[in-house]
């Protein structure tokens, strides 16, 4: 089962882990990269994964190549909208275009981030 990890991180964090297991790897080849999106704060994933961007996602997910008539008639939204919302998926790398249509490549999402109070 391919599962995308979306994350709230800082590009510190970031940069440690991507150290971290280069440091493991130890010069193996063939290891296989954890498909994860990453964002530095809740305000930018919210920008891109906004609920109605979610709920498109969750009707993509494990269904293949859709195209974006399909996708907006899943949803029960206009084309023009959802065409909109396809694009800045697309340009946010949560899905990809394929030659006739879009696809979320996965079978589900895992949010993986903590929210801790202001100071």
Not at 5 to 27: D, F, N, P, Y
Not at 34 to 42: A, D, N, R, T
Not at 50 to 73: C, D, F, N, S, Y
Request: proline content about 3%.
């Amino acid at each position: 089962m391919a599962t995308l990890k979306v994350k709230i991180e800082s590009l510190e964090q970031t940069m440690a882990t991507v150290a971290e297991v280069m440091k493991a790897a130890g010069g193996q080849t063939g290891l296989q990269a954890e498909p994860s999106l990453i964002f530095p704060s809740w305000e930018a994933l919210h920008r891109v994964l906004t609920p109605k961007r979610l709920e498109i996602v969750k009707v993509m997910t494990g269904q293949g190549v859709l195209t974006m008539r399909e996708v907006a008639r899943r949803v029960g939204r206009d084309f023009k909208a959802v065409h909109a919302d396809l694009d800045t998926l697309v340009k946010s790398g949560v899905i990809d275009r394929a030659d006739d249509g879009v696809v979320f490549p996965y079978d589900r999402i895992h949010f993986e981030f903590e929210i801790e109070s202001a100071a």
